[in-house]
């Protein structure tokens, strides 16, 4: 049962060494032990503070870039829409330049038409009168070959004329 309790004496040196022990680590152990823990909690506060910093730079960022793709989608937007614009106006006045081409192109195959027609018609014409003074002339040389045919003729044509 000795073994269980402890002399008075072995409490004292125990106390004396706790002591001892104590006024050495107080000394020289705790306050840089102390420090150190501040240190540590100010460099874990630091990082905290740097993180939510960052993270705050980074949604910051991230806003900014959003606006910069909306600006960037709406001037994209407003260059196609230009563009096809463009396109629509080209497209437009071409459809006209050749509508008016087109025009031009039939009122000259229409004139070219009306004077090709008139030379035909004067063709015809001359061509009527030129066969119809030949028939006059062969009828004429036929009826008028013997002399008692002309002067009927002419005794004919004479009654029919009035003489005023």
Do not use: C, Y
Not at 10 to 17: D, G
């Amino acid at each position: 049962m000795e073994l269980l309790t402890p002399d008075l004496g072995l409490i004292v040196w125990q106390l004396v060494v706790f002591g001892v022990l104590f006024f050495v680590l107080a000394k020289f152990a705790w306050k840089p032990i102390i420090a150190s823990l501040h240190e540590r909690e100010a460099s874990i506060e630091s990082a905290l503070e740097l993180a939510e910093n960052t993270r705050k730079e980074m949604a910051e960022l991230k806003a900014g870039n959003e606006k910069l793709l909306a600006a960037a989608r709406a001037e994209r937007d407003s260059i196609i829409k230009e563009a096809k614009e463009v396109s629509d106006k080209m497209i437009a006045e071409a459809r006209n330049e050749a509508q008016k081409a087109a025009a031009s192109e039939i009122e000259k195959a229409r004139v070219a038409f009306d004077q090709e027609k008139a030379s035909a018609v004067a063709s015809l014409r001359k061509e009527a009168a030129s066969l119809s003074l030949e028939i006059a002339e062969k009828v004429l040389r036929t009826q008028l070959a013997d002399r008692a045919a002309q002067e009927k003729l002419v005794s004919s044509l004479l009654a029919d004329a009035k003489l005023n």
